[in-house]
C-alpha cells in the first residue's frame, strides 16, 4: 500500500508545469531577461555610459599586418603609408583619404606567419571609413639566400571594408598581405610582386 501511495504522487507531480524564472500577470507572461539579451534581441545596442560634463575620448584605430606561408627566403616590403578613407556621407560616395602612419616601414612578410606588426595606432574623428590602404615603394624577395628586385604591380593596395568608429572605443583591424598569392614567376621577367591584401578581422573594445 505505501509504495503504490508513492507512485501515485509521483504520477501527480508530473502533471504540474514547471514555471522557474516566469512572471504572470493577468495579461501577458514575461520572461526575466538580461539587458543584454534584450538590447541584442530587439535590434539595439548598449551606449557606454559617461559621467555627466565628461566629454568621452576620441575612437582609436589600430591596423596590424599578418602573413599567410609561402616557400621563400624573405619577402621585405616597404610601406611608406597607411591611408583610411573617410566617408562624407551615409553611402560613402564622397569622402578623403587619411593618413594613419607617421613613418615608412620595411617588413618581412615570412616573419609575419602566425604573428602581427603594427602599422598604425592612433586617434581618429568618430565617423565611417570604408577602405584601408597601403602604399608601397620597392619590395624585394630572398630565395636560396639571393636577394631580388620585385617590381611592383599594384603600389596601392587596398582592402574595402566598413569601420563604424564611435567615441570611447578601440577598433583593431588586421590585414593579411598573403606573400605567396602576390608573387608572380615568369621566364621572361623573372619575380615580381601583385599585392594580395585581405581583411582578417575586427575586433571592438570600450575604453
Known amino acids: 500500500m505505501q509504495s503504490k501511495s508513492i507512485f501515485d504522487l509521483a504520477a501527480l507531480l508530473c502533471t504540474i508545469p514547471l514555471c522557474a524564472c516566469v512572471a504572470e500577470t493577468p495579461d501577458k507572461i514575461e520572461y526575466f531577461q538580461p539587458a543584454e539579451s534584450i538590447a541584442i534581441e530587439h535590434g539595439s545596442s548598449i551606449e557606454p555610459a559617461f559621467a555627466p560634463g565628461v566629454t568621452p ?11 599567410a606561408p609561402a616557400d ?3 619577402v621585405f616590403v616597404s610601406i611608406d603609408l597607411v591611408l583610411a578613407y573617410a566617408c562624407a556621407d ?13 613613418e615608412a616601414v620595411t617588413v618581412d612578410l615570412l616573419t609575419l ?6 602599422l598604425a595606432e592612433l ?19 630572398v630565395v ?33 598581405f598573403d606573400a605567396e598569392r602576390s608573387l608572380l614567376w615568369s ?6 610582386l601583385r599585392p594580395a591584401l585581405e581583411h582578417v578581422s575586427t575586433t571592438v573594445v570600450e575604453l
Open 57 to 67: 575620448r576620441a575612437p582609436e584605430l589600430r591596423v596590424l599586418l599578418t602573413d
Open 72 to 74: 621563400v627566403d624573405a
Open 90 to 102: 551615409e553611402s560613402c560616395t564622397t569622402g578623403s583619404w587619411v593618413e594613419l602612419m607617421d
Open 113 to 118: 606567419q602566425g604573428a602581427t606588426a603594427e
Open 123 to 141: 586617434d581618429l574623428p568618430a565617423g565611417t571609413y570604408e577602405q584601408v590602404a597601403l602604399f608601397l615603394s620597392e619590395a624585394s624577395i
Open 144 to 176: 636560396r639566400g639571393e636577394e631580388y628586385e620585385l617590381p611592383i604591380s599594384n603600389e596601392m593596395p587596398s582592402v574595402l571594408h566598413r569601420l563604424d568608429l564611435e567615441n570611447g572605443t578601440r577598433t583593431e583591424l588586421t590585414l593579411d
Open 187 to 192: 621566364n621572361d621577367a623573372g619575380w615580381s
